[in-house]
């Protein structure tokens, strides 16, 4: 168990309303990671940190946006909800070795009607 | 960039026979490789990872890889498919980030049926 939460789970949404997703992790890990899941397209990245307050973009970052206000704390923001964005998110915190596997959280499913 | 070609969307095999999942990289450096498992309405779990110590790689629930570096390739091989094998597998490759942040660049997915 890595210690990731996700919130919501689940939930439904119209297109054009914002919509904040929550990981918050209890092992103090440097690195958090946001990606999504679509039928045929595996996971893809949207945003990582490495730091408090330090972010990257991804592979398909358009649309999103993440902050890191504290250690335990990723949030990954869709300020205007598309259709597009129906997917289940998943968190995950890199492993304390330096081979690079990633922990991932239970995912939220996000539905944009 | 690191990308990963996961062959077959779908495989189905008998319970007591071989898994073959395929998965062929694209790496301009030596890449760490993992293979994910993820059952249904769960998140992914590690099954193994090959990380330049030997190419042969043992993983959880008798699940084996082999890194061949002439082929690219990192297949995931099972001698004897439980029903309980029947998920969803990703393999995935590690690339490089901001500040040692190593992210992973997953392959399409193979969804594995057993059939009884």
């Known amino acids: 168990d890595a210690g990731i939460t996700q919130s919501p789970r689940h939930k439904v949404t119209e297109t054009g309303t914002p919509v904040t997703l929550r990981c918050h992790q209890t092992?103090?890990?440097?690195?958090m990671y946001w990606y999504r899941q679509d039928p045929g397209h595996g996971l893809r990245l949207i945003h990582y940190s490495y730091g408090v307050k330090d972010t990257d973009k991804g592979e398909v970052s358009d649309g999103y946006s993440v902050s890191r206000s504290k250690t335990e704390d990723f949030l990954l923001t869709l300020e205007s909800a598309t259709s597009s964005q129906t997917s289940v998110y998943f968190c995950?915190?890199?492993?304390?070795?330096?081979?690079?596997?990633?922990?991932f959280g239970e995912g939220s499913r996000l539905t944009v009607l | 960039a690191q990308s990963v070609t996961q062959l077959g969307s779908h495989v189905s095999v008998s319970e007591g026979a071989l898994v073959l999942l395929r998965c062929n990289y694209s790496s301009s450096v030596p890449p760490y490789l993992f293979w994910y498992v993820q059952y249904p309405n769960q998140g992914l779990q590690l099954l193994l990872k090959?990380?330049?110590?030997?190419?042969l790689v043992k993983g959880i629930n008798g699940f084996e890889a082999e890194f061949k570096k002439s082929e690219t390739s990192f297949h995931l091989t099972k001698p004897s498919a439980h029903m309980s094998d029947a998920a969803e597998y990703f393999c995935a490759v590690s690339d490089s980030g901001i500040q040692g942040a190593q992210k992973l660049v997953f392959g399409q997915g193979t969804r594995l049926t057993i059939n009884p």
């Open positions: 090959y990380t330049s110590a030997a190419t």
């Open positions: 092992e103090n890990h440097r690195y």
């Open positions: 995950a915190i890199r492993g304390q070795g330096g081979t690079g596997e990633l922990f």
